[in-house]
């Protein structure tokens, strides 16, 4: 009796061992399993392709008026943008390699870091991006206006925020930057223009609404600037309640022009008798000026010579494409043609008595030598947008646009008729339930890096950030498209 219990006893330890050491490799195969799951997955993100370069674009992380935010050079496209609080990001990608680098901190804003401010994302200081002649990049960002802490300003009133310049420490490396201090601090809406003989022009507004548009040069690199001068001047109305401000866009025509289109903002006092709803953003009329940087005259479409500052008045009489009456305007973009004939976009949309205006559209303006032709071009849908022009008749118009309500847009429309008709040629991007926000032209771009856009989401103040041109989006692994996204709040304590 005693030894069959023992058998049995033996058994069954033996029975518990084997299923010990069954569950014991059970247990290692699952963990193995696990390992291989993991590893798997890993291999399968690294694999996985994401059609944006970065989610950590912040806000309105683009914007045609600050520009340009991307430049073509040596077979690389650099760009920038606003990513977490506010501050400056560079990426760039080798066309040849394929290869992403970035995105880096380019600089540290004084903006986005105030979790107690009434308007949450300023979105005036994103970054402009320009390579010199011996290969730094720079960029302009940060600023809109200035505060009284910073003292008088000499051409306009303040706001916020702080204009810097940050500069790669390396040529053609955007891995580290330095800032400096030689530019005026109460600048937004950064535009540079490289000149063919090096000379580069930082344009900006010194201040917030009621200030002067103003050019610094620099002939030696962005090393030191020359003092800010005014192009358009910023004044006191007499019969109304309102001061003259204005909204150009600059850019670099042929030879030694710089071109610029620009509409006409009424800065009515917050309390006036003219209109009850106060301080609004209308803007009026479209303008389209040259700056002859050899001899440094200013001049119209009709050669000439403007004096400088530009007013209101001078405006009205030389410079005027059309007047838009009661209807608003939101930036304007010029190009020019091989003969010196520019053409303009801006939108424009009906004052429906609110503080803003209704739907805007495109309207595109050509000078052919004599007059202003205002094109048809009833085909374009309704959408913000850069525009290029290879000849008088040859057009082509960069746009975002919401297709059916829900479907956002980016595409190219061409015109063979000066603009009179546009087609729909390229859709770069399309994806529902989003809308965008883009970049103008990249400077010399690349065909296949065109422009940059940034995708509104839902419920999220980040934006994916793309890189498109002919061949749509360009990709890049998954796994390095995530980056950190502080809040604000964090960011303080
Ligand atoms: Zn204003």
Same mark, same amino acid.
């Given at each position: 009796?005693?030894?069959?219990?023992?058998?049995?006893?033996?058994?069954?330890?033996?029975?518990?061992?084997?299923?010990?050491?069954?569950?014991?490799?059970?247990?290692?195969?699952?963990?193995?399993?696990?390992?291989?799951?993991?590893?798997?997955?890993?291999?399968?993100?690294?694999?996985?392709?994401?059609?944006?370069?970065?989610?950590?674009?912040?806000?309105?992380?683009?914007?045609?008026?600050?520009?340009?935010?991307?430049?073509?050079?040596?077979?690389?496209?650099?760009?920038?943008?606003?990513?977490?609080?506010?501050?400056?990001?560079?990426?760039?990608?080798?066309?040849?390699?394929?290869?992403?680098?970035?995105?880096?901190?380019?600089?540290?804003?004084?903006?986005?870091?105030?979790?107690?401010?009434?308007?949450?994302?300023?979105?005036?200081?994103?970054?402009?991006?320009?390579?010199?002649?011996?290969?730094?990049?720079?960029?302009?960002?940060?600023?809109?206006?200035?505060?009284?802490?910073?003292?008088?300003?000499?051409?306009?009133?303040?706001?916020?925020?702080?204009?810097?310049?940050?500069?790669?420490?390396?040529?053609?490396?955007?891995?580290?930057?330095?800032?400096?201090?030689?530019?005026?601090?109460?600048?937004?809406?950064?535009?540079?223009?490289?000149?063919?003989?090096?000379?580069?022009?930082?344009?900006?507004?010194?201040?917030?609404?009621?200030?002067?548009?103003?050019?610094?040069?620099?002939?030696?690199?962005?090393?030191?600037?020359?003092?800010?001068?005014?192009?358009?001047?910023?004044?006191?109305?007499?019969?109304?309640?309102?001061?003259?401000?204005?909204?150009?866009?600059?850019?670099?025509?042929?030879?030694?022009?710089?071109?610029?289109?620009?509409?006409?903002?009424?800065?009515?006092?917050?309390?006036?008798?003219?209109?009850?709803?106060?301080?609004?953003?209308?803007?009026?009329?479209?303008?389209?000026?040259?700056?002859?940087?050899?001899?440094?005259?200013? $001049?119209?479409?009709?050669?000439?010579?403007?004096?400088?500052?530009?007013?209101?008045?001078?405006?009205?009489?030389?410079?005027?494409?059309?007047?838009?009456?009661?209807?608003?305007?939101?930036?304007?973009?010029?190009?020019?043609?091989?003969?010196?004939?520019?053409?303009?976009?801006?939108?424009?949309?009906?004052?429906?008595?609110?503080?803003?205006?209704?739907?805007?559209?495109?309207?595109?303006?050509?000078?052919?030598?004599?007059?202003?032709?205002?094109?048809?071009?009833?085909?374009?849908?309704?959408?913000?947008?850069?525009?290029?022009?290879?000849?008088?008749?040859?057009?082509?118009?960069?746009?975002?646009?919401?297709?059916?309500?829900?479907?956002?847009?980016?595409?190219?429309?061409?015109?063979?008729?000066?603009?009179?008709?546009?087609? $729909?040629?390229?859709?770069?991007?399309?994806?529902?339930?989003?809308?965008?926000?883009?970049?103008?032209?990249?400077?010399?771009?690349?065909?296949?890096?065109?422009?940059?856009?940034?995708?509104?989401?839902?419920?999220?103040?980040?934006?994916?950030?793309?890189?498109?041109?002919?061949?749509?989006?360009?990709?890049?692994?998954?796994?390095?498209?995530?980056?950190?996204?502080?809040?604000?709040?964090?960011?303080?304590?």
């Amino acid at each position: 009796m005693f030894r069959y219990a023992f058998i049995i006893t033996k058994i069954r330890m033996t029975i518990s061992k084997k299923v010990y050491i069954i569950i014991n490799c059970f247990f290692l195969i699952t963990i193995g399993c696990k390992s291989i799951t993991k590893i798997s997955q890993n291999v399968t993100l690294k694999a996985q392709k994401a059609d944006y370069f970065a989610d950590n674009g912040f806000g309105n992380a683009v914007a045609i008026v600050q520009h340009p935010s991307g430049v073509f050079h040596n077979g690389i496209t650099y760009v920038c943008y606003q990513g977490p609080l506010e501050d400056p990001y560079v990426a760039s990608y080798n066309h040849t390699t394929k290869e992403w680098k970035g995105p880096f901190k380019a600089g540290i804003s004084q903006m986005g870091k105030d979790p107690n401010r009434k308007k949450k994302i300023d979105n005036h200081g994103k970054p402009a991006l320009l390579i010199d002649d011996e290969g730094y990049i720079h960029i302009a960002f940060g600023g809109h206006g200035g505060t009284h802490e910073d003292g008088e300003n000499p051409l306009g009133n303040h706001h916020y925020g702080k204009n810097l310049h940050a500069v790669s420490k390396k040529p053609l490396d955007i891995s580290s930057w330095e800032t400096l201090d030689n530019i005026s601090l109460f600048g937004t809406y950064s535009q540079f223009v490289k000149m063919d003989n090096g000379d580069i022009y930082l344009f900006y507004r010194h201040g917030a609404h009621r200030s002067d548009w103003v050019y610094q040069k620099s002939v030696d690199n962005g090393v030191s600037f020359n003092k800010p001068v005014s192009f358009l001047k910023h004044k006191r109305r007499t019969e109304i309640e309102a001061e003259d401000s204005w909204y150009p866009w600059v850019s670099k025509g042929n030879g030694d022009d710089i071109i610029v289109a620009f509409d006409y903002h009424i800065c009515r006092d917050n309390k006036n008798a003219q209109d009850a709803r106060g301080h609004i953003p209308e803007r009026h009329n479209v303008y389209y000026m040259v700056f002859d940087t050899k001899t440094g005259d200013w $001049k119209n479409v009709k050669d000439e010579r403007l004096k400088m500052p530009l007013t209101k008045e001078m405006a009205d009489e030389k410079t005027l494409i059309t007047s838009t009456d009661l209807d608003w305007t939101f930036q304007g973009v010029t190009d020019v043609d091989p003969k010196g004939n520019p053409q303009v976009i801006m939108l424009v949309g009906p004052d429906i008595g609110e503080k803003r205006s209704g739907p805007k559209r495109l309207q595109h303006f050509r000078w052919n030598g004599q007059a202003w032709i205002k094109s048809k071009n009833s085909d374009l849908p309704r959408g913000n947008g850069d525009l290029e022009v290879k000849s008088a008749k040859e057009v082509s118009i960069y746009l975002e646009s919401d297709t059916n309500g829900d479907v956002g847009e980016i595409s190219r429309w061409d015109s063979f008729n000066g603009g009179e008709s546009f087609n $729909k040629r390229t859709v770069f991007l399309r994806r529902k339930n989003s809308s965008f926000v883009i970049s103008s032209l990249i400077d010399n771009p690349h065909p296949d890096a065109r422009i940059i856009v940034g995708e509104k989401e839902e419920g999220s103040d980040y934006r994916k950030m793309y890189l498109l041109g002919d061949s749509g989006p360009i990709k890049r692994n998954k796994n390095k498209t995530i980056f950190e996204k502080p809040t604000i709040n964090k960011f303080n304590n």
